[in-house]
């Protein structure tokens, strides 16, 4: 092979190595997408911020009602460490204390959060690693008393690194570089 070919082969290889580095996946789950459920919820447009077309809103009393986001039908989805954020529209029927569990695959985390505040804005839920399979989030109204209505809009999952034990195919960052120190000196003890 010549050397001008090989550099060539390796400045991609090197190209798509930072890709796969740098993965930034970014996945969003909207209450009219494909990858979210829910009970007893009913779509509304009444306060508006929403992401997308509207947002669901829980206004029966009784409880039992939840949306439940689940990213893993996306062609993006890897197993690793998100982050999870999630949106809604504030108003003053919300929950002030409406449950919220993040399903990892393995593990669940249960959080409790404030609907009244912090509408239309992404809101930090923290940073979760998943599975492959089984990951979702779902907000319910377990914590609910009489006028308290949870909101299910949007979750953003966006992507920070692989699980740290999990294995991967992925060259570690340098490999490419290693490969290209050996084939610049072989370049330059042919041009001595
Ligand atoms: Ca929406
Ligand atoms: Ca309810």
Redesign the pocket.
């Known amino acids: 092979m010549e050397l001008r070919s090989l550099f060539t082969r390796l400045a991609t290889c090197a190209l798509l190595t930072a890709s796969v580095a740098a993965n930034a996946a970014v996945i969003t789950v909207d209450n009219t997408d494909a990858g979210f459920t829910s009970s007893?919820l009913n779509f509304s447009t009444y306060e508006p911020g929403y992401f997308g077309a509207n947002y669901m809103a829980?206004t029966?009393?009784?409880?039992?009602?939840f949306g439940m986001w689940d990213p893993t039908g996306d062609s993006d989805w890897v197993a690793g460490i998100w982050k999870v954020e999630m949106m809604w529209t504030s108003g003053n029927t919300r929950a002030n204390n409406a449950a919220v569990t993040v399903d990892s695959g393995s593990s669940t985390a249960s959080l409790v959060i404030n609907q009244l505040l912090n509408g239309t804005v992404w809101n930090d839920l923290g940073e979760y690693s998943f599975d492959l399979s089984g990951a979702s989030v779902m907000i319910d109204?377990s914590n609910?008393t009489s006028g308290q209505n949870?909101i299910a809009d949007a979750v953003r999952f966006t992507f920070v690194s692989a699980n740290p034990a999990a294995p991967t195919n992925v060259p570690a960052p340098g490999t490419v570089l290693v490969l290209l120190g050996a084939a610049a000196a072989v370049f330059r003890l042919r041009r001595k």
């Open positions: 007893g829980d029966r009393n009784s409880v039992g009602d109204d609910s949870i």
